[in-house]
């Protein structure tokens, strides 16, 4: 989204299913919105795109909705990096060669040992922190046959990220610190300057600082524009008698600001046919909201932490690993169905892979290089 959009613009053009990711300082996730489709379809909720909808929604009738993954995979490409103001590039300049649709930029990786350490602001139950630190403790976690498909399993399409760097090094994430804020020390209401204020008080050699923010905050931006962001920030500390940059995160709890854009499908969208929101698999729609955006995050940053690694378009709304795949969780998926997930038999809970002490989360696909496709779960 270009910088001054206000949110009526957003209102009228911005959607996105699962997030979009914008940097400047930072990477912005984005939040969804919903175009009704006519009272007597029988299919989910259609993005809004205003008229380039009308395309895919034309070109899917004409196949009789049979579409397939690899078409779909261009045709929301396309429609994604419009949607975020590439309105000057030609149709045939973005569906070019799909092999290399994310393009390394020569940059430096995470490599080896990295904690993912957790800001907790503000208020949250000990039952919310435990969703978020078994989902990290999940990425390295060894995943035996009976917990396919896992989150371990899900993080391994980051690898092929780093084979094909010239280092070809690995990145191995684990639970790092956690620091309480349950104060409030920067008000309740912060700026983009408060989370790096806040992604500071983490360790910042060989880790990734991580900002939660509850659902009481208000963040610059935060349901108007985006769901959460990374980026990276210059150090306090010096390597070699040189300052360096360490990576941070920060995502938000929209249980009661804006679930609709930020926690979906776990909510009803706040645009469009109100159909049955999706069964969170934690019973936390907040929460298990976090878990989704944090997810794609975490595979932002593994992949372009400072804004030079892998990423397609220019650097100020690049499509990375998991925004290059919007929408998408499960095989069949297509804008407004987040595709065939899997279903606790007990909470009726959708999801697409297990984690630690019996976990069941909903992440999202990311593209994989290997393919040049989305790689879902399920």
């Known amino acids: 989204m270009p910088e001054g959009l206000t949110t009526s613009h957003a209102q009228k053009s911005l959607f996105n299913l699962s997030p979009q990711l914008k940097t400047h300082i930072s990477l912005d996730l984005y939040i969804p919105l919903f175009l009704s489709p006519s009272s007597t379809s029988q299919h ?15 070109i899917q009738k004409m196949a009789g909705l049979v579409v397939s993954s690899q078409c779909f995979l261009k045709l ?11 309105a000057a590039r030609r149709l045939n300049e973005l569906v070019q060669d799909q092999s290399q649709l994310l393009h390394y930029h020569n940059g430096p990786l995470l490599y080896g040992k990295i904690a993912v350490n957790l800001i907790w602001y503000g208020n949250f139950k000990p039952s919310q922190k435990a969703i978020i630190t ?6 390295s976690s060894p995943a035996s046959q009976s917990s396919q498909p896992s989150v371990a399993t899900w993080w391994k399409t980051t690898e092929k990220y780093y084979h094909l760097s010239p280092r070809k090094a690995s990145l191995s994430l684990s639970l790092g610190d956690q620091i309480l804020d349950e104060t409030y020390s920067l008000g309740k209401s912060l700026t983009g300057k408060n989370l790096v204020q806040l992604a500071s008080k983490g360790g910042q050699r060989n880790s990734i600082n991580v900002v939660l923010t509850s659902a009481d905050v208000a963040v610059e ?15 306090h500390l010096k390597k070699n ?26 909510h009803q969208p706040i645009y469009g046919p109100q159909s049955p929101p999706l069964v969170a698999p934690n019973n936390d729609v907040g929460l298990d909201g976090m878990v989704i ?6 595979a932002g940053t593994a992949t372009n932490p400072f804004g030079n690694g892998y ?5 100020e709304a690049p499509l990375e690993a998991a925004s290059a795949c919007p929408g998408v969780y499960g095989k069949g998926a297509y804008p407004g169905y987040a595709g065939d997930l899997l279903v606790d038999s007990t909470t009726g809970a959708s999801y697409n892979v297990k984690g630690a002490n019996g976990r069941k989360y909903l992440v999202p696909a990311l593209y994989d290089p290997s393919t040049s496709s989305c790689s879902t779960p399920v």
């Open 221 to 235: 931006g935060f349901c108007m524009s985006r769901c959460g962001t990374h980026g990276s920030s210059a150090s």
């Open 311 to 315: 990423f397609q378009g220019p650097a």
């Open 76 to 86: 929301l490409l396309v429609v994604s990096v419009f949607h975020v103001s590439f």
């Open 241 to 266: 008698s040189k300052s360096y940059k360490f990576a941070y995160i920060w995502v938000g709890n929209s249980e009661t600001q804006c679930p609709g854009q930020c926690a979906w499908p776990f």
């Open 293 to 298: 955006n944090l997810a794609s995050l975490l």
């Open 44 to 58: 989910p909720p259609i993005p809004r795109f205003k008229k380039r909808a009308v395309i895919v929604v034309t």
């Open 134 to 139: 078994d989902f990290v403790t999940s990425l």
